[in-house]
């Protein structure tokens, strides 16, 4: 009788805790970039401060748009990045949670792409380097839920 050859285990990438060292990295760096993001944003106060300037400054005498109008634009427009920027910040330090704790795979992944799509250097580097290092297979098996 001719027995199949053993399965062999999926392949090993460096040292045998190699894929822990690179989760914890990327949850530090997930970290970073949500800090940096969350600084960041705040600049964006200073539209909706000018904007509201803008809303309740006096007519313009040579008959051009409203100012209230482009105040209600800037302002619109200023808070609308401070909830963008807000909520990607708080999305990163959540995913450097569950990087950690190893949950939720399909939020990192997603987290991942979207770190790529917002378009800042940083956010691109992680995002890609999350993408490389959340599709191993046995990165994968490590999540769970």
């Known amino acids: 009788m001719d027995m199949p050859p053993p ?6 990438y ?3 805790d190699q894929e822990a060292e690179y989760l914890r990295w990327l949850a530090i760096a997930y970290r970073v970039v949500g ?10 106060w200073f539209h909706v401060l000018f904007g509201t300037g803008f809303m309740f400054a006096p007519d313009s005498p040579r008959g051009g748009p409203p100012p209230a109008v482009i105040g209600m634009l800037f ?4 808070l609308l990045f401070i909830a963008v920027g807000y909520a990607f910040a708080i999305c990163s ?3 450097a949670r569950r990087l950690e704790e190893r949950k939720q795979w399909t939020f990192c992944f997603v987290m991942s792409i979207v770190s790529i799509v917002v378009g800042n250097l940083p956010g691109i580097a992680l995002g ?4 490389i290092v959340l599709l191993r297979p046995t ?3 490590r999540f769970t839920a």
């Open 128 to 131: 890609i380097l999350g993408l």
């Open 75 to 78: 302002s619109s427009m200023g």
């Open 139 to 141: 990165v994968r098996s």
């Open 93 to 95: 330090w959540i995913v």
């Open 14 to 16: 460096g040292y045998p």
């Open 35 to 44: 800090g940096i993001a969350g600084c960041c944003v705040n600049i964006f």
């Open 7 to 12: 399965v062999s285990p999926p392949p090993q």
